[in-house]
């Protein structure tokens, strides 16, 4: 005959408020440290919202210091243009060979002057959201012979030339002409100035994805692969004995980037020394947040 098997103990009364006590006092220990938990994820958000903040002021107060130190410029850059073109027509009486030159030398670097300020008070304006887009309905011939007229007078270089492409397959776009343009002129500036003979051709074209690309390629100086990445970026320029001869502040592309992003659209370039480079902008065939907003 088998033993009959064994019941467990019951525990009694005092055992189980033992336990019970027990798990309280687990409770709340893991309570006491899921308040202490919380408090530091608190106390962590409150320094990230205090470091936002300080950052937001930080470029709060670059960008009203780059408008306000632009604007300021403006007055004595307009006045050495005008003293140097009255100088370069005669008014005060005729000039020597070397002073037409060195005139000449003044106008051109305050000509470099201006556009920098232009471009740092536009970077200013971009940065504090205070750039609108205005799109409207426009058709590439009038971009292009509007760009066209606009580089004539500084084409001089007889072994240059500047070539417009006649748009094929484009449509009429909607979007920001003078923010278009602004950024072409910046692309043909830079490759008039790194082009010392053959062409810069500015083309346009329709991609499959419905994006209209515009491209400037030159048959200049080129570019090596290790700075194609840095070349959209604040104040970059590269350093060439070429870069260094022909001045400059790195913004125009940085802020050609910020403008092609407000038009929905992005940059890029290919480049290879000693053949030349292709800088592009695609953007949308329309804006329609824009449109219909």
């Known amino acids: 005959m088998s033993a009959p098997a064994s019941v467990p103990d019951t525990p009694t009364r005092e055992e189980l408020l033992a336990q019970l006590a027990a798990s309280r006092l687990d409770v709340e220990s893991l309570r006491s440290e899921l308040d202490e938990t919380n408090r530091g994820v608190l106390a962590l958000y409150a ?22 130190m632009s604007h300021e410029f403006r007055t004595p850059i307009g006045s050495v243009l005008s003293i140097a073109r009255l100088l370069l027509d005669r008014v005060d009486g005729p000039l020597t060979d070397e002073q037409v030159r060195q005139v ?3 106008q ?9 300020v232009n471009d740092l008070l536009d970077l200013a304006k971009v940065e504090a959201g205070r ?5 409207d309905w426009f058709e590439m011939v009038d971009l ?13 270089n007889p072994d240059l ?38 062409e810069v051709r500015v ?16 048959t200049g100086i080129g570019i090596a692969s290790e700075f194609h990445h840095a070349m959209f970026k604040d104040f970059n320029q590269i350093d060439s004995p070429i870069q260094k001869r022909l001045r400059g502040t790195g913004l125009g592309l940085s802020l050609s980037k910020k403008l092609a992003e407000l038009l929905g659209g992005t940059v890029g370039l290919t480049s290879e020394p000693g053949v030349g480079s292709t800088f592009f902008v695609a953007i949308p065939a329309g804006v329609p947040e824009v449109q219909h907003g």
Do not use: H
């Not at 750039?131 to 799109?135: E, K």
């Not at 449509?171 to 082009?195: C, E, G, H, M, V």
């Open 108 to 116: 051109e670097t305050s000509v470099e002057f201006s556009d920098m």
């Open 131 to 135: 750039i609108d887009i205005s799109p």
């Open 47 to 68: 320094e990230l919202d205090a470091q936002a903040d300080e950052l937001r002021q930080a470029t709060e107060l670059k960008s009203r210091f780059l408008a306000y």
């Open 104 to 106: 000449k030398f003044i």
């Open 161 to 198: 030339q500047l070539v417009f492409e006649e748009p094929q397959d484009v449509p009429k776009l909607f979007s920001d002409d003078r923010k278009l343009a602004q950024i072409l002129r910046n692309f043909i500036s830079n490759a008039l100035k790194f082009t010392t003979k053959g």
């Open 203 to 218: 083309s346009a074209r329709r991609r499959e994805d419905g994006m209209v690309v515009f491209s400037v390629a030159d």
């Open 144 to 156: 292009f012979a509007a760009l066209r007229g606009m580089f004539k007078p500084v084409l001089t």
